[in-house]
């Protein structure tokens, strides 16, 4: 039986972005989430399906930002070396905006609705990235707090597994959690780009 959502329930538009009249939010596509403690399960086909995701962008000429955490040094992810650094498949062209942050919410001490808002673009955002269940489901609901449409593009997201207290969540279940969570409330989610409208 299918569940009513909240935005069932708030009346909001369950139609998804379309890439012609968006920015595209790409979140955390650092190379700390390909090896070592931080690695993601699925991260390569997430990297793939982000490829296609910035080349259909690219293609309608849609503005993108590069978002990126920044760690401080030392730390997994540390932008003044290679393991901060944005994965090559999906690094930015010349003329794409790198917003720097701090916190799992990329809107959080950050001008990134500023220049969402600069774009002109009715304030529909398209965003995928790493964490799913992280920076990717708190940015989600910063951009619907702040007044922004929210599409998330499952397939070029990914997670890992968590251990806690009570269980431990595999990586695809917490994915999957993660993207219900969003779409209850804070967004449209799209299976692929190719779902955008």
Not at 97 to 119: H, I, M, W, Y
Request: hydrophobic share 45%; glycine share 10%; net charge negative.
């Amino acid at each position: 039986m299918a569940s009513t959502t909240l935005r069932d329930i708030s009346g909001l538009d369950p139609a998804p972005a379309a890439l012609a009249d968006a920015t595209l939010v790409l979140i955390d596509y650092q190379n700390t989430y390909t090896r070592g403690v931080m690695e993601l399960e699925g991260w390569d086909e997430a990297l793939d399906a982000a490829a296609d995701l910035l080349a259909r962008a690219r293609e309608a000429g849609t503005p993108v930002v590069h978002v990126v955490h920044d760690g401080g040094e030392g730390s997994p992810y540390d932008l003044r070396e290679e393991i901060g650094e944005i994965h090559p498949r999906v690094a930015p062209a010349e003329g794409e905006q790198v917003v720097v942050k701090s916190a799992p919410n990329a809107f959080v001490g950050t001008d990134l609705l500023e220049r969402v808002n600069a774009t002109g673009r009715g304030g529909n955002v398209v965003i995928a990235g790493f964490m799913t269940h992280m920076c990717v489901t708190f940015s989600s609901e910063g951009a619907f707090l702040n007044g922004l449409r929210p599409t998330v593009v499952a397939d070029a997201c990914a997670t890992r597994t968590l251990r806690s207290p009570v269980a431990e969540v595999p990586a695809a279940q917490l994915h999957a959690a993660a993207l219900a969570t969003i779409g209850d409330l804070y967004g449209v989610v799209v299976p692929t780009a190719a779902d955008l409208g």
